[in-house]
């Protein structure tokens, strides 16, 4: 266990060595070693050209009613790009054109698991035009998630040629998942795969589409987002439809219901949602970008997120679940 | 993918047909296939000597302001048994007895992360008998351990042997983890280890002692507990010396810091802690007891967990991080 941490020791003191060998030339002042950057310095200093602009039309814009003080409270969620959940998006796509969420509200809040939303009376009428889609598209075999894995498993393995040359990290360990054979972020996305077949992860933050008991009864008018540990036994078991990208905290610090799986038990306890919009019907939304997954900035910080080696750390874990990698967002400058 | 669903499928089929062909001999209803237990329905199902008492004083009691309605709210910790973190563990005991946090604060919520409390001015003198304790002990290579260790694995082989017969589930992920070589709830606690030395693990609802960039500067008094994703790379970096095992909600759904790391801005944001006792100090307190992890109960409920068959799911994950088998607590009934 000891291993990394001794790695650590001996980078600083070969560093030392140097920094002491060169004053003795120059007589100038020792240079200090220079510190491994953080996780969010990787991130900050990405070149322009390692992020990606997100498109309004696939944001989804939640209004709240405001708070007691005033305050407005937006939530910003990035709907899913295809392969995944594309019929649902559509649902989704419909019932916004329609404003169909306008007076609906907040309904749940389960501590450690999830936030929902949608219509409490369970009576309103839906959009004619939503289609009715199951399990079998819960998945996606498509072939441009496979190039991509079998390109990422290639830089991993580089990767890990590189650390056995540079002393030797943990990494027997470092991609091993509870839940799946494979796990990735593929354009922007966090993916997993059995080999065989592939499908988004319910990391912190995602997006999914609420249902009965049959698989096929989520129409995506009702939605949750994840605000605990990743569960990800509901992975394969409900449509995932995207992830909140700005405003969470307006979800995951609302008061916990009272009720069964934390629905509220007074109505008065719900949130009122005051509209829900596609992006590009809001005005003055920022531009929002994320760091492509398939750049050099994004595998550095994948890398540090893995082996954090910033001051503070004095053994690097040697591994990350693909939810303590979360792909990067913010807003353009 | 599709093995664990054909096979959850053909069980079904299978009693269906059970059930039809003892109706066409004894004429009566058909019988409906049992459904299979929920975790939760698994844990109910207890007996109770499968429930572990957790000692009064073990536990820390904090209170904090009322809010704007009045509700008292109460954050109840359970303190780590040794062999793990005794020393914080001591320096918490002094704290709690000399009264230390009243009057202090809740500084810093961090969105899918952790709340800190503490002296926000940073000034007040701590008892002279702290112990001062760095990286050394943040892990342990005790023998105890290593043997439940050892059982816990022979128990998993079984339990793989098992499921083979049944028609094998996705076995070959099921206890992989990111972050070390082995995890197991180990007397009530989720523990990881590298085959050499053990270590107690960052998931939701852990209380750690918060530092400075030495390892050795956390003293107890400055306390966090998770309320988002595990953050697993803070293992072996901090001290864990407990968890939240009721109340959690009282931290977890505060208003998020708007400063740097979540840190409030305004000093009136704070929340105040009326008081922090050990619980054999607290009128009234509730017995709280755990499932014992060495149970057949707990190896029912965590199988259950890595693998939903109750009704709701249609492809059973095949695994479970540890922390997704969060250990049961109850008020004992």
Not at 11 to 24: D, K, Q
Not at 160 to 182: L, M
Not at 222 to 228: A, H, K, Q, S
Not at 252 to 278: A, D, H, N, Q
Request: proline fraction near 8%; glycine fraction near 8%.
């Amino acid at each position: 266990m000891t291993g990394g941490k001794r790695i650590w020791c001996q980078l600083r003191v070969n560093l030392s060595t140097v920094a002491m060998l060169s004053t003795s030339v120059v007589a100038a002042q020792p240079v200090p070693p220079k510190p491994a950057l953080a996780p969010s310095e990787i991130v900050a200093a990405a070149p322009a050209s390692d992020w990606v602009a997100i498109a309004p039309s696939d944001l989804l814009v939640m209004d709240l009613a405001p708070n007691s003080n005033g305050s407005a409270k937006r939530v910003v969620i990035q709907l899913m790009p295809p392969p995944f959940s594309q019929g649902w998006v559509g649902n989704i796509r419909k019932l916004a054109a329609a404003h169909w969420w306008d007076g609906t509200s907040i309904n749940r809040v389960q501590d450690n698991y999830v936030v929902q939303w949608g219509d409490a009376t369970e009576k309103k009428a839906l959009p004619k035009d939503l289609v009715t889609l199951g399990e079998s598209v819960y998945t996606s075999a498509d072939d441009a998630v496979a190039v991509n894995i079998a390109a990422i498993t290639v830089q991993r393995a580089a990767k890990t040629v590189g650390n056995e040359a540079n002393g030797k990290f943990d990494d027997e360990w470092r991609y091993n998942d509870s839940y799946s054979s494979n796990t990735f972020a593929n354009e922007g996305w966090p993916i997993a795969s059995d080999g065989k077949v592939y499908w988004p992860v319910h990391c912190y933050g995602m997006v999914g589409v609420g249902r009965d008991m049959p698989p096929d009864t989520g129409t995506g008018a009702e939605l949750y987002t994840v605000i605990g540990h990743a569960p990800r036994h509901l992975d394969r078991n409900i449509a995932l439809v995207g992830r909140v990208i700005s405003g969470i905290e307006n979800l995951s610090s609302l008061p916990r219901g009272t009720g069964p799986l934390g629905f509220y038990e007074k109505p008065e306890e719900r949130v009122t949602i005051t509209s829900i919009r596609l992006g590009n019907e809001v005005k003055d939304l920022p531009r929002y970008q994320y760091l492509s997954t398939e750049s050099a900035s994004f595998a550095r910080y994948a890398d540090a997120r893995a082996n954090r080696r910033d001051p503070f750390f004095i053994q690097p874990a040697g591994g990350a679940d693909i939810c303590n990698i979360p792909v990067p967002v913010r807003i353009a400058p």
